[in-house]
């Protein structure tokens, strides 16, 4: 069965950022359509998400990278509005986790900063990432940097913190815009593909324990 999630679930005025796309007639373009198909037919995630025969892993893996960028900006774009300095003044998912923000410019060590600002922070920085062609080359048989795998590893960790701020903080926002199903399917889906290539520590995965066994949003397999 079709998963109306990856056609359209949000309201496009909701976007916390511009979509960013694969260029048509792009090796990039061709997979992004591959996994889309996948997940459109209603093939089981676990299997969606495994590196297609004769694919190169980093191309799979920068393709969902972005795309999992683009799904994390419209979820958080749907609850921005209650996402505010005095309702979430420290970027955090619960009283156990609190997530501080670092870079290499202005905030040189890790700073507690409100929520909102850290998300600003945080896909002002992704998007630098994915628009550099050193990183993220779209030219085919352009290689990837020996560190393209270090740099996804820090993206997807810091994507998961969202993900950990929106249903510890917003979940009832989400249930009241009656897309917790939708929300559920692209965590299921952004858990799989991570722990399918091993791209987050299991340990920083432990914040949405809980919260993924009361929502019985995996499978139990």
């Known amino acids: 069965m079709s998963n109306p999630f990856l056609k359209q679930v949000f309201n496009k005025d909701k976007t916390f950022r511009p979509k960013r796309k694969f260029e048509p007639g792009t090796q990039r373009f061709e997979l992004h359509k591959k996994a889309q198909a996948s997940l459109n037919a209603g093939l089981d995630l676990k299997l969606a998400v495994q590196l297609p025969a004769g ?21 958080y774009g749907t609850i921005s509005d209650g996402c505010t300095e005095r309702s979430c003044p420290i970027m955090s998912g619960g009283p156990k986790y609190e997530y501080r923000w670092q870079d290499e410019h202005k905030f040189r060590r ?9 998300m600003d922070l945080l896909m002002d920085w992704i998007e630098v990432q994915i628009n550099n062609e050193d990183v993220f080359p779209t030219n085919v048989g352009t290689p990837f940097p020996k560190n393209f795998l270090q740099v996804v590893k820090k993206i997807l960790s810091r994507l998961f913190r969202v993900f950990v701020h929106v249903y510890i903080h917003h979940f009832d926002r989400i249930a009241q815009l009656g897309s917790e199903a939708h929300v559920n399917t692209c965590y299921k889906h952004f858990y799989y593909f991570v722990t399918e290539f091993g791209l987050i520590d299991t340990k920083e995965l432990e914040p949405l324990v809980s919260v993924v066994h009361l929502c019985h949003i995996l499978d139990s397999t």
């Open 55 to 75: 694919e190169e892993l980093n191309d799979w893996v920068a393709v969902h990278v972005v795309d999992f960028f683009n799904r994390v900006n419209l979820i």
């Open 110 to 118: 890790p700073t507690a900063l409100s929520a909102p600002r850290y």
